[in-house]
């Protein structure tokens, strides 16, 4: 069975533009959580969707936003890009339905993403 | 907000003894704690986790034991193999459902 895969690997933008970067949950997965992953704060809760819903929401500004689609694949969008958003933004995918089955949840590799 | 901190930045095993990764969390709330390690250029990879009415949990060359008097949780590795070598963090729940709070990971060093 194929993992969780993220596009792209690697994204350098600059202050002022948008980003949107993808995820393609494991195959039957219906939940995808979205984390930012930086050296100083660590990994942080950016959202959860589940049936192309948004399940929880973590304390980041609005110009984070994200959605999914109705095969479970995920896009999370950066609009306004601040030097402070450069990170390693993680999704992982679990089975779903009630509360996150955290040992049945898989991460991807991660989208690098370096704002100038 | 919540607080998972880690002693440790950094640690050094020989290959072959026993590791403890430690990790300090605020929320007396919290009711499920979850140890990951992360491999370079990879996403994190859940080890074991414990819930708040246990102290200890054993896994395959792994042990998490859960202090809630003074809000401590430890990863203990046995026979620490170059393998581990990773970084280590843990999470904690805070008894808000599906968001975790992560610590900011303690990077582990297998010398041959």
């Known amino acids: 069975k194929a993992g969780v895969t993220q596009t792209p690997r690697y994204l350098i933008k600059t202050r002022g533009q948008q980003v949107t970067l993808s995820c393609s949950p494991i195959?039957?997965?219906?939940?995808v959580s979205w984390y930012q992953q930086t050296p100083g704060q660590g990994l942080q809760f950016l959202f959860e969707?589940?049936?192309?819903?948004?399940?929880n929401k973590g304390n980041f500004p609005g110009r984070f936003s994200g959605r999914q689609f109705s095969n479970s694949r995920s896009e999370m969008n950066v609009s306004t890009l601040e030097l402070g958003d450069s990170a390693l933004y993680l999704c992982?995918?679990?089975?779903?339905?009630?509360?996150?089955?955290?040992?049945?949840?898989?991460f991807g590799p991660g989208t690098r993403l370096t704002v100038l | 907000g919540e607080s998972v901190g880690l002693h440790l930045p950094t640690l050094s095993v020989q290959e072959g003894d026993n590791s403890i990764i430690n990790c300090a969390y605020s929320?007396?709330?919290?009711?499920?704690f979850i140890w990951y390690k992360q491999e370079s250029g990879k996403g994190p990879q859940f080890i074991i986790d414990?819930?708040?009415?246990?102290d200890k949990r054993q896994g395959q060359r792994v042990t998490v034991l859960l202090n809630k008097t003074v809000k401590h949780l430890s990863l203990q590795i046995a026979a620490t193999q170059p393998g581990d070598s990773a970084v280590y963090f843990c999470?904690?729940?805070?008894?808000?459902?599906?968001?975790?709070?992560f610590g900011t990971g303690t990077s582990l060093t297998v010398i041959p």
């Open positions: 999470a904690e729940n805070g008894n808000t459902g599906n968001q975790f709070y």
């Open positions: 195959s039957g997965h219906r939940s």
């Open positions: 929320n007396s709330a919290s009711d499920y």
């Open positions: 992982a995918s679990s089975p779903g339905q009630g509360r996150i089955a955290y040992n049945e949840q898989f």
């Open positions: 414990i819930r708040s009415n246990m």
């Open positions: 969707y589940f049936s192309e819903t948004q399940r």
